[in-house]
Each structure stands twice: as structure tokens, then as C-alpha cells.
């Protein structure tokens, strides 16, 4: 018999933990996790607790022998754990306020992973996860690293390029979202619906869409054109496709490819609801406020509906899938960040790629794709090429290196305007930069 499952999940503390914890116990049958390690840091301390006994609650109700521990001591956390789950922010939601609300401020989409924001996120984060890649290295080298800390396909890439773990996996709730989704709009089944993902994270495109076996593409983009079943997610202002724009794309576009072919009217939306109701960040403060009363409960034993209301919908599904697909060398498909190994054939092989994928124990095995359509290629190319030279800024702490990484970002006008906004955000941000600084002070 298997020995019980470890798993630690750092950023334990987050509201989202007990989508987690609802996975751990409907699999429990296939995936018997025997101990669930929630790891967070001293700003997290408060949320830890409420979340973490919640997450005892939840387990006792359902009568499990898991057992919850809660920690901040990430490296005793770490030791022999089997699974690693990532799902922390770095600066918590005050640092993806001003992601989102500075660059506004140049007339630049200001958002959480895309564009300046997702470039600050990314510089804050990989210097910590690859801190955690080393921990791993020494407490617990046989352990997967699953990625759920955005941005997710910029922290892969680091990952896999920067560190010595090569059991990683980045993992995103949005081609889950896209085919319930798809499922919703044809109104059948999401079983009966399989969708050709490919792409990189936040830019991953559905090439082909299939019910039963035989193609529905078209059918799915005359859906998608009607504003009603636009596909998006509950971060992302539904804002309606141009119609013969869809048809002429010919392949499913995912809810952030709006800030892409439709920047001029996203700028304008954040831009009129940051006055009126505040930020996304700002939003999921208020939401949080609630969902942490909710969670105070000590009758509360469940995952509140309420957590809908965030933008990580179905996060547990596509974490637990992964991971209990991984332990019982399932071998289906899902759609995860994994090196590309030649499965997109307009992508480096050595490079972060999301993509259909073959989950085995071994890890997951890409699917052969070919080339990418012409029309969306281009785009694809350059924001790989973004998210590489954004990586080599995390880590090297080079401004040049940031500055080249934000000025071939396709969302940012301009090499002035990128230059203003870097130098903006690495001052609003130097508290979790250190890697920018420190050079600084020895000059
Ligand atoms: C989507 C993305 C996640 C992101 C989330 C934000 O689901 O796939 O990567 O973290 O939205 O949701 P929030 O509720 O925080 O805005």
C-alpha cells in the first residue's frame, strides 16, 4: 500500500485554501493525503489561523485522518513533503493595487499579470520561489513543485531555466474555466467536451473545440460572438468579441486576450471602474474582508459559496486533478505549464509553455501541436520573449534587463512611457525588490 500523501502549501493562509481543502477530501479515496502542511509568513499569521481552522473543520466534518498543520516555519513544512502547492503574493493585495493602479495612471492597462503588473508580480516573485526551489533541493528533492502563484507561466519559466528542480508544474484555473465554459454555452456535459489548449499562460488559445469526438469550433465561436456567452472570467470585465473579428480568428481566445485585441476599450473600462467601484485588488480586499467573517464561523464547515466570487474558480479541480493524476499515473489529459519539449513548434523547446499534457508520474507529457495559426503566433513569440527577459530581470536585479522587459511588452506604448513606469513602480515596490536595490547602495 502507497504511504499517505504530504502535502505543504505556502500562502496557506489565503482565502482560497479551502477550495484546496474541498479537493484533498472528494479525492481522498484515490489521493489519501495524510498530512496537509499550510505554510505562510508573520503578515499572513491571522489569515493562517482563521483558514487553517476552518480547514480542520472541513476535515473533521468529513471524518478524514488528515491531518492540518499550520506553520510559518517553511523549511520544517518542507521536510519529506511529497507535493509542494504555491498560491502566495508576494506584497499581498496592497502590491497588486499599485500594479494595477500605476501604470492607469500612463494611460497602460494596469493588471495582475499582464502588461507593467504582471512584470512587477513576476519581478517580486521568482527570487522567492526560486528561494523555495533551494529549500526543496534540500528537504524534499523527490517532491513536485506545483505552481499556482501567478504569474504562473513566468514563474515556470524561472523555474525551469533558474533553479534545480525539474519537477514543476504551472497551473492555471483558466482552460478549466474555458471548457465548463464552452460546456455551459453548447449546454451539455463538460465530460463530452474536449478542447486543443495551447498557448502560454493568460494567452492560451483553444484551437479546436470537439463534443463527442467530432468539431464544434464553429458552432463555440458563433456562441462566443453572442456578448452573453462571451468566456470570461470574473476578474476580467465580459466585455463582447467583435463578432467578425472571432470568426476571422478561427480559434477560442481566452478572457485575457481582451487586453490584447481590445486594449483601447479594457484601458477605458479599468479606467472608468477604478473610480467607481476601485481596482480588482481593491475589489478582492472587500471580498476577503467577508470571506475571512465568513470563515471566523466556528460552525462553518464547508467552502462558502461566496468564494465564487473570486477570479480562481475551479482552482481546487485543476490542483487536486493534477496532483492526484501525478500519484495514480493517470495518464489523462490535462492542460497545464510545462516545458515545451517541442510540442509548439514556434516556441523554444526549453521554454514554459501551457498545452494539452499526458499526466503521468513521471510528470506531465506535452502533446504535439505543430505550429501555432500564423495570425496568433506573432503575439505568442513576443510575449514569451517578455516573460524570458522578465525572468532575467527578477533574477539578475539588471534595470536595463526591466526596462527591455517592459518595453517589448505589447500592452506598453512606448520606451518613454515604459521607462516612467518602471521607475515608478521599482520605487513603490522596493520593499520586495531588494534584488534592484542592493546594487544600488554598493555603487
Ligand atoms: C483567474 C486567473 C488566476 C487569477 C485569478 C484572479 O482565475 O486564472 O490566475 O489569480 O483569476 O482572481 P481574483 O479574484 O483575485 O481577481
Known sequence: MKKGIKIVTIGGGSSYTPELVEGFIKRYDELPVSELWLVDIPAGEEKLKIVGSLAKRMVKKAGLPIEVHLTMDRREALKDADFVTTQ???????ARTKDERIPLKYNVI???TNGPGGLFKGLRTIPVILDICKDMEELCPDAWL????????????????YSNIHKVVGLCNVPYGMKMGIAGALDVEPERIHVDFA????MVFGLNVYLDGVSVLNEVIEKM??????LSMKNIAALGWEPDFLR???????????YYFKTAEMLEEELESSNKVGTRAEVVKQVEKELFELYKDPELAIKPPQLEQRGGAYYSDAACNLI?????DKRDIQTVNTRNNGAIASIPNDSAVEVNCIITKEGPIPVTVGDLPVSVRGLVQQIKSFERVAAEAA?????????LAMTINPLVPSDKTAKQILDEMLEAHKEYLPQFFKKAAMV
Open 146 to 161: 506545483v505552481d499556482f502563484t501567478n504569474p504562473a507561466g513566468m514563474v515556470t519559466e524561472a523555474v525551469l531555466r
Open 88 to 94: 502566495f503574493r508576494v506584497g499581498l493585495l496592497d
Open 248 to 258: 476571422a480568428l478561427g480559434v477560442i481566445p481566452c478572457g485575457y486576450h481582451r
Open 324 to 328: 492526484n493524476s501525478i500519484y495514480n
Open 225 to 230: 460572438a453572442d456578448p452573453e456567452n462571451s
Open 199 to 202: 498557448g502560454l499562460n493568460h
Open 110 to 112: 494596469g493588471q495582475e
Open 395 to 403: 533574477v539578475t536585479g539588471d534595470y536595463h534587463t526591466a526596462l
